[in-house]
């Protein structure tokens, strides 16, 4: 069985601060992980992908995320944060098919000017 | 492509009434995928298709909701009778399931179903 853990369902930061979104999984094989973004009224928008390749992976708008398997982990990161990063952010994990895919319970982005 | 597409992007109905989602997936994908998001509960998964076929309707909340996907290019999510408690954001997603390969989700705009 897979799941997500999401910690922290509020974050705020201040425009140009770091941004950190904490994200831990479970699996009992090796996963595929993602991140999406959600801007108000709208869709998720998927931000990046792990697909066991490599484990820093760099995606839309500055974001990144590092896989670590010690420690189950697959925190977003920003270096700095900007206006318009506000937003509800989703972390996933998928079985090998694609076709279950286990969201966390999200994480709202507030970035303070 | 034109992403996926919802319809109605707002319904607002009457509790009793009959509620029908429409999805049209990205053309080519041969899963779909229909979401519930409330701020209680979060994003959840209601049920997928593969290759039009159902595969895993256990987030179906109950036989009010049932789910059908004619062709490849065309599901509906029918509430039978509306209740409030089901108001939330119905967002349906499609991805291309290929043997032994990731499957990004695109999600489309979501549909906002107000039961009053």
């Known amino acids: 069985a897979q799941s997500v853990t999401q910690l922290g369902s509020h974050v705020s930061v201040s425009e140009g601060a770091l941004v950190l979104l904490r994200c831990n999984y479970s699996s009992s094989v090796p996963p595929y992980l993602f991140w999406y973004v959600q801007y108000p009224n709208q869709g998720l928008q998927l931000l990046l992908k792990y697909t066991s390749a490599a484990t820093l992976v760099k995606g839309i708008n500055g974001f990144e995320a590092e896989f670590k398997k010690s420690e189950t982990s697959f925190h977003l990161t920003k270096p700095s944060a900007h206006m318009s990063d506000a937003a509800e952010y989703f972390c996933a994990v998928s079985d090998l098919t694609g076709n279950q895919f286990y969201f966390g319970t999200g994480t709202s982005l507030t970035v303070i000017p | 492509d034109a992403g996926v597409i919802q319809s109605p992007r707002h319904e607002v109905t009457e509790m009793g009434q009959e509620v029908t989602l429409r999805c049209k997936p990205i053309?080519?994908?041969?899963?779909l995928f229909w979401y519930r998001q409330t701020m209680m509960r979060g994003l959840e998964l209601l049920i997928y298709f593969n290759n039009n076929v159902p595969i895993d309707d256990s987030g179906m909340p109950e036989d009010r909701f049932s789910a059908k996907m004619p062709n490849a290019s065309f599901s509906t999510l029918k509430i039978q009778p509306s209740e409030p408690r089901d108001s939330a954001v119905y967002f349906c997603?499609?991805?291309?399931?290929?043997?032994?390969?990731?499957?990004?989700?695109?999600f489309g705009p979501g549909t906002r179903l107000t039961v009053l």
């Open positions: 053309s080519g994908h041969n899963s």
């Open positions: 997603a499609s991805s291309l399931r290929l043997a032994g390969s990731y499957n990004e989700q695109f």
